[in-house]
């Protein structure tokens, strides 16, 4: 079955270190979006790509970096300059052809101790 | 620039009553709107999605939206509600050649026996 596949489900992490997450898709999507979730916040967008090498900027960037060298996959890495890393992380991606419909993986937890 | 208001944070209904979710939307042209739902730990799923004509659009789970253009709402309804609604609810807005959708900040809904 075509899906989106993030690992790990959960993480833990001690201050200063750096973590990446994964996030794979056969649903054979060109762009591919970063989410992070906090109670009571909704959905903020990260980081986005719309095609494979290119990637822009959402709306809470900063202490995040992602790469986009093959077309199903979007890591993203959570570095040490992120102030606040503990929260849920949702990656998702969508067709052209499908206009603004998201589909989600099931997320990855990341606490930091 | 876009943005959604889901004005309840949580509502708690019986088992068998009538829902409603309410959703208003700021966005200068012409939007494409979406309803979320999303278990605990878990990704989100469509619901349903607006793109144009009938206002009046029906999704998954016997649920139905109303989009009201002089009202900027898109309202999500459900004649009579499950055990298994219980989740959290968000609205979402984009637009044609609009990449990125803006979500609101969900609601969570009870279902009580």
């Known amino acids: 079955d075509g899906g989106i596949t993030q690992s790990p489900k959960y993480l833990f992490r001690k201050e200063g270190q750096n973590v990446t997450l994964s996030c794979e898709q056969n649903?054979?999507?060109?762009?591919m979006y970063w989410y992070r979730q906090d109670p009571g916040q909704g959905l903020r967008l990260i980081y986005y790509?719309?095609?494979?090498?290119?990637?822009q900027k959402g709306d809470i960037a900063e202490g995040y970096s992602v790469s986009r060298e093959k077309k199903e996959s979007f890591p993203l890495t959570v570095t040490s300059a992120q102030k606040n890393p503990t929260a849920f992380y949702l990656c998702?991606?969508?067709?052209?052809?499908?206009?603004?419909?998201?589909?989600f993986g099931e997320g990855s937890r990341l606490t930091v101790l | 620039a876009q943005s959604v208001t889901q004005p309840d944070i949580h509502i708690t209904v019986s088992e068998g009553a009538s829902l409603e979710l309410r959703c208003n939307y700021s966005?200068?042209?012409?939007?494409?709107l979406f309803w979320y739902v999303q278990s605990p730990g878990q990704g989100l799923q469509l619901l349903l999605k607006?793109?144009?004509?009938?206002?009046l659009v029906q999704g998954i789970k016997g649920f139905e939206a109303e989009f009201k253009r002089s009202q900027s709402s898109f309202n999500l309804r459900k004649p009579s509600v499950h055990w298994s609604d219980a989740a959290e609810y968000f609205c979402?807005?984009?637009?044609?050649?609009?990449?990125?959708?803006?979500f609101g900040t969900g609601t969570r809904l009870t279902i009580i026996p």
């Open positions: 998702a991606s969508s067709s052209r052809s499908n206009t603004g419909e998201l589909f």
């Open positions: 649903l054979n999507h060109d762009a």
């Open positions: 790509s719309q095609i494979v090498n290119d990637f």
């Open positions: 966005y200068g042209a012409t939007p494409y």
């Open positions: 607006y793109f144009s004509g009938d206002t």
């Open positions: 979402a807005v984009g637009a044609w050649g609009n990449e990125k959708l803006t």
